[in-house]
């Protein structure tokens, strides 16, 4: 079974600094795609970015980006120009490219509570 | 707009008395799904359904059913609620023809007592 973790409870960063959240995850797997989730106090999930295994390059939306390391089975998240609007609990998912009958499941690490100091 | 919605978002309850938390959406999904999300645990799938009438269980499925009877629906039965069943629950559905990812609901926080 595949699992994920995320080793950093909480994290702060100055705003307009950058920080970085990390996750590593386990699996015998070669073909899956991994998530980082955003959860702000509304308690909605929101997608920040996706990364496809079999991509090399590392995913980028906007002030989001991803340091992917298929080896080291690393997916690390990078805020840039921190914004007051980061304010969440952040989870790394991972899911399967091929369903075991189906089950599209993500399964998620435990969290990490990013807070911006203004 | 495409979306998933959930019902009630809150709800607290007594101990065995039974409860339907609803979930629909409006994009024509084959797949969908329930986590339900513990502090320090992150969210574990408790059942999930492939299509109309197929169901199964998922990580955590001791205490809760499910049905699908509809493709746009797929409420989450707690037959006998406990205080172990305090949580917050999603509702996820996907499509592999769609963008690729799965879309939540808003969420609904439920207490036993």
């Known amino acids: 079974a595949q699992t994920v973790t995320q080793s950093q409870p909480e994290m702060s960063v100055q705003e307009a600094e950058t920080v970085t959240l990390s996750c590593t995850y386990d699996t015998s797997e070669s073909d899956y795609y991994l998530f980082w989730y955003k959860q702000p106090p509304s308690r909605q999930m929101i997608l920040v970015i996706r990364?496809?295994?079999?991509?090399?390059q590392n995913a980028t939306e906007n002030r989001f980006s991803v340091n992917f390391q298929k080896a080291a089975k690393s997916f690390s998240l990078k805020i840039s120009d921190s914004q007051l609007g980061d304010a969440a609990m952040y989870f790394c998912?991972?899911?399967?490219?091929?369903?075991?009958?189906?089950?599209?499941?993500?399964?998620f690490g435990t969290g990490t509570r990013l807070t911006i100091i203004p | 707009e495409a979306q998933v919605t959930q019902n009630p978002r809150y709800l607290i309850t007594v101990t065995g008395k039974k409860l339907t938390v609803t979930c629909s959406q409006n994009?024509?999904?084959?797949?969908m799904s329930w986590y339900r999300q513990d502090p320090g645990l992150g969210l574990r799938q408790i059942y999930y359904?492939?299509?109309?009438?197929?169901?199964d269980k998922g990580d955590v499925p001791e205490g809760y059913k499910v049905s699908r009877k509809e493709k746009r629906n797929f409420p989450l039965i707690l037959e006998s609620p406990s205080p172990n069943q305090t949580s917050l629950y999603f509702c996820?559905?996907?499509?592999?023809?769609?963008?690729?990812?799965?879309?939540f609901g808003p969420g609904t926080r439920l207490t036993v007592t």
């Open positions: 996820a559905s996907f499509s592999r023809t769609g963008l690729n990812e799965q879309y």
């Open positions: 990364q496809e295994a079999y991509k090399q």
């Open positions: 359904s492939m299509n109309v009438e197929v169901t």
């Open positions: 994009m024509n999904h084959e797949y």
């Open positions: 998912a991972y899911r399967s490219a091929w369903s075991n009958f189906g089950n599209e499941k993500l399964t």
